[in-house]
């Protein structure tokens, strides 16, 4: 039976579920509550890395409240992750309050995006794209190979 390690949407708790139970509505083993809350989970420099070790694909938006763009892109963000999960998972790093992960990465423009899974960057992108470019950029970045 195949596993899957991923966090809770909640807490941020690591989770390991059967695969065949993502779409089940499955429980937090810590909290209790949904693992998949259908909303971004905001990351910090101490549990970054450990969400973007997810067996699932984990989209990283790397913003600042400053930032005008990065405004406008939120509700398109925040609707990806209530329409994607647990396809894929949302995360906001706000890199003013978190700069020790956002040097680590170079961000320089913001908003940027960066897609991991397992830890592994598989794409980034900058810019607050309109949300038929994102999908259509996520199903390139995602096609099995």
């Known amino acids: 039976m195949t596993t ?11 989770n390991r ?22 909303q971004p989970l905001a990351a910090t420099d101490a549990n970054f ?32 992750a209530r329409e994607q999960e647990p396809r894929l998972r949302c995360v906001k790093l706000d890199t003013e309050a978190q700069p020790a992960v956002a040097g680590r990465y170079a961000i320089r423009s913001i908003p940027t995006l960066m897609l991991f899974r397992q830890g592994k960057l ?12 994102l999908l259509q950029w996520l199903d390139s970045q995602l096609a099995p190979e």
Not at 4 to 14: A, D, E, K, P, S
Not at 19 to 34: K, N, Y
């Open 17 to 38: 579920l059967p695969a065949v139970r993502l779409h089940q509505a499955p429980r937090c083993g810590h909290c209790q509550q949904t693992l998949f809350a259908s």
């Open 49 to 80: 890395d450990r969400l973007i070790g997810s067996d699932l694909p984990v989209l990283v938006d790397f913003w600042a409240s400053w930032c005008g763009p990065c405004r406008q892109f939120a509700p398109v963000f925040e609707a990806l």
């Open 122 to 133: 598989l794409g980034q992108m900058q810019g607050a794209l309109p949300k038929g470019v």
């Open 4 to 14: 899957i390690t991923t966090f809770c949407g909640h807490c941020g708790r690591l």
